[in-house]
């Protein structure tokens, strides 16, 4: 169960920081802004619930073997919701508004949301190296 749960925040970690810096720069360099900016709308919603899930069931994997961690990725699962359910739909109203001055702070907090999450992955990756009391 515990390689289990590594594996999966693991794939957690890799898959936000694919995602992040890989994906979502590729589409904006790739393609037209018309063409990317709807792409990148639709693919948020299902990036923030690969967040929850993939969280949710590394907490549930680490929790017999480290409370703390657990806590860690609980937090992760936890806060991506707000997140994808308010912050998302704000976003997406400014962008469509034209309300440009809205824009740039919404969309910088999903963003800080996002890499505080890398960190926190991060973190509980580490711990594994030392274990619990690491």
């Known amino acids: 169960m515990l390689t289990a749960a590594l594996l999966t925040t693991a794939l957690l970690f890799g898959g936000m920081v694919l995602y992040s810096f890989g994906i979502a720069a590729f589409l904006f360099t790739a393609l037209p802004s018309d063409v990317a900016g709807p792409t990148i709308r639709r693919a948020f919603p299902l990036f923030y619930l690969f967040v929850m899930g993939t969280a949710a069931v590394a907490t549930a994997l680490l ?4 409370l703390w961690s657990a806590g860690l990725l609980a937090t992760i699962a936890v806060t991506t919701l707000p997140t994808r359910q308010i912050l998302m739909p704000a ?14 702070p919404l969309h910088g ?3 800080a949301i996002t890499l505080a ?6 973190v509980v ?7 619990p009391a690491a």
Do not use: K, M
């Open 109 to 111: 907090l999903p963003v």
């Open 63 to 66: 929790w017999p073997f480290d």
């Open 125 to 131: 990756l580490a711990r594994f190296i030392g274990g």
């Open 91 to 104: 976003i997406n109203c400014a962008t469509d508004t034209g309300a440009r001055a809205r824009f740039n």
């Open 117 to 122: 999450h890398i960190v926190l992955a991060g």
